[in-house]
């Protein structure tokens, strides 16, 4: 067991991230790993903590009636860095009133966490993982972003029959089952997330066609209705108890409601953000549709981060932090509540009420099997960077490090260097490129990247690191040391199909990659062809070091069936400003570098050949291309 020292003061300033002094009330627990420590009572100011046990028991006192209260965490205190840990209600005794429905007769209930006579508090913390800790706590009496009117980060005690809302207005998503609801499982960032079990059977006496859920609900709320401009986000993952219709929020949207929407799957095996059109129809109107296709409306195989914005104009979709499209919001000035009257988390309202059992018989569908984190909801909408960032801040993991690097000396001031792709929890948005140890420029994905106008004869190192949308830098790779040779010496370049979109370039098409066995002796992981029929053109692209006559090369694949290439594909080399086409046999001499002629080329990237589909061939390679001075 350790002991610690707790420091209690009154927040005077904005410190650590936090909201202003007039916001918060901050108590600070120093303390290494899970052991126990107390306050004198000198220092009885609320809140006021009093404890920790070593299974993760805080004990403390608060005289609020309103708010939340943040645990915050820091593994170390000069850094000035704490983050939030943990969630509960700040006041000892805070109502949650809902109606349910046993035996026939509703009767309502409320949500009293704690004994209104009691004002110490205990509220039971996740196990931590570091050895070294240090936890405080805030109270937040007002939200820190007034437009954010709905926050549910899943990250209280779910088995307090609430899912606490910390936008600071209250909308908190309650327990309308003794048994359909929630469980805690694991986030996105690795924090607290609800677990969504469903749909299955209901039991008798209900129809068997009368299926049941895990689902919260939110009582009707005006800070959720009529918005013009506004937000919806949320993470959410389908399992492969999850159908077609799966709901990860639900504002009432069935029949008539004009204006309601959702946000789940309706009918489909992706995920669709739409709104309801009213006229007493059950049409909506497909504002976004999400390229999560899931075969059967299956497993997603992951979290992603859905969203929607509309500002009066314009219906945004975001996927993982990124737009994907853009719809008129023309006909919809303004999202609402649907006419049932409450908001669903995990299912579809369907007109009804949200008690579990009731006559009306519902919610009864639109289950989701699965998970759901952090769901928002704004009164603006967001921009894009925004969005980006909060997507990104979920992002805890770097990526693993760049593997396969090979550097080529192109010549006496010029290198190529090559890699594989790295993978993240979440996505590679690109990598640096290490020279010597000093970042010199960046790529958005594995390709080849070349080093031009270096000294002759001089001894560099390079390495790479891959990064995500949050930042995180993977490990560098181990470094690949290369001396380039002296002033006149030979220049060899080369454009391999899998270089990147800054080397290799296709239109029209299709142009499709292969890497069968099908068509063997193709030059480095893969190649690049089009059908019969296909048109446009693919490019590849050298970067020239020296001005100079080059001698050109093209590599292409073999083929058991060899008939089904060319003997007379046109090949058009553009060099010093003219065009210059060739007819190669492509029938023979497969697997090896095939000469196309001698060219006078300016340095840089004015040269290139351009591969066109080959009249009457059933297959047209575009593998790789050299050049040789």
């Known amino acids: 067991m350790t002991l610690g020292v707790s420091l209690a003061y009154y927040l005077v300033k904005a410190r650590h991230n936090l909201p202003s002094a007039r916001n918060l009330l901050l108590r600070e627990l120093i303390f290494c790993g899970f052991g126990l420590a107390f306050l004198s009572s000198a220092l009885a100011v609320s809140p006021l903590i009093l404890s920790l046990q070593t299974n993760g028991a805080l004990t403390w006192i608060s005289t609020f009636t309103n708010g939340i209260a943040i645990i915050q965490t820091s593994s170390n205190l000069q850094s000035g860095s704490w983050c939030p840990f943990y969630y509960d209600l700040a006041s000892n005794f805070e109502p949650l009133t809902a109606i349910l429905y046993s035996n026939g007769v509703y009767f309502p209930t409320n949500y009293n966490y704690h ?6 508090r205990v509220t039971q913390l ?26 549910l980060q899943f990250d209280n005690d779910l088995s307090n029959q609430a899912i606490l809302d910390t936008s600071g207005y ?4 309650l327990q309308y089952s003794p048994t359909n609801w929630p469980s805690q499982g694991v986030g996105p960032d690795g924090s607290q997330a609800g677990v969504f079990s469903g749909p299955r059977p209901a039991p008798p006496p209900l129809d068997p066609d009368y299926t049941q859920g895990d689902y919260a609900g939110i009582p009707y709320s005006p800070a959720l209705d009529h918005l013009s401009n506004g937000t919806v986000l949320a993470w959410a ?5 999850s159908y077609h219709n799966s709901t990860i929020v639900d504002n009432s949207m069935y029949g008539t409601d004009y204006g309601s929407w959702s946000l789940g799957r309706t009918y489909t095996y992706n995920t669709l953000f739409e709104i309801g059109v009213g006229n007493g ?5 497909l504002a976004v549709q999400y390229p999560d296709f899931a075969p059967g409306g299956g497993s997603t195989g992951g979290w992603h981060y859905y969203g929607a914005t509309w500002d009066g104009t314009n219906i945004v979709g975001y996927l993982d932090g990124l737009p994907i499209s853009t719809n008129s919001q023309a006909g919809y000035p303004e999202l609402v509540v649907g006419t049932a009257g409450w908001t669903a988390i995990g299912c579809k309202v369907h007109g009804g009420t949200p008690q579990w059992g009731d006559p009306d018989i519902l919610p009864n569908w639109g289950w989701l099997g699965g998970g759901i984190d952090d769901v928002r909801i704004y009164k ?3 921009q894009a960077n925004e969005i980006l960032a909060l997507y990104a801040g979920f992002d805890k993991q770097v990526p693993t490090t760049p593997s396969n690097v090979r550097v080529k000396v192109d010549s006496s001031s010029q290198v190529e260097v090559r890699w594989d792709a790295s993978t993240d929890n979440f996505r590679v948005d690109g990598y640096r490129i290490l020279r010597n140890g000093v970042p010199i420029s960046t790529n958005s994905a594995p390709g080849c990247f ?3 106008g270096l000294s002759p004869g001089t001894s560099y190192t390079y390495a790479l690191q891959a990064f995500d949308p949050a930042g995180n830098l993977s490990s560098p790779s181990t470094p690949i040391q290369v001396i380039t040779p002296a002033l006149g010496s030979p220049v060899e370049v080369i454009v391999d199909n899998a270089d990147g979109p800054a080397w290799v370039t296709t239109n029209a098409g299709p142009w499709i990659i292969s890497s069968g066995a099908t068509f063997p002796n193709f030059y480095g992981a893969d190649f690049l062809y089009c059908p019969e029929g296909a048109s446009g053109s693919a490019i590849l692209r050298p970067r020239l070091p020296e001005t100079g006559t080059y001698n050109v090369y093209l590599w292409h694949p073999a083929s058991l069936y060899w008939y089904l290439f060319s003997a007379a594909a046109p090949l058009d080399i553009v060099a010093g400003g003219t065009t210059n086409t060739v007819y190669l046999d492509e029938e023979t001499n497969f697997g090896l570098w095939d000469f196309l002629g001698t060219f006078a080329c300016d340095a840089g990237t004015n040269s290139f050949i351009q591969v066109r589909p080959a009249p009457g061939a059933s297959v047209t390679p575009a593998d790789a291309v050299r050049f040789t001075k």
């Not at 209250?170 to 998503?173: E, Q």
């Not at 993952?237 to 108890?241: E, G, L, N, P, S």
């Not at 129809?281 to 109107?285: E, I, K, L, V």
């Open 115 to 120: 004994d209104p006579s009691n004002n110490v």
């Open 126 to 151: 996740p196990a931590s993982t570091s050895s070294k800790r240090f936890y405080r706590l805030a109270i937040q009496t007002n939200p820190p972003d007034p437009t954010l009117v709905l926050h």
């Open 170 to 173: 209250g909308n908190h998503a």
């Open 237 to 241: 993952f389908y399992d492969f108890t």
């Open 281 to 285: 129809s059950n049409d909506s109107y």
């Open 380 to 382: 603006r909408a967001l």
């Open 450 to 452: 070349v080093d031009f």
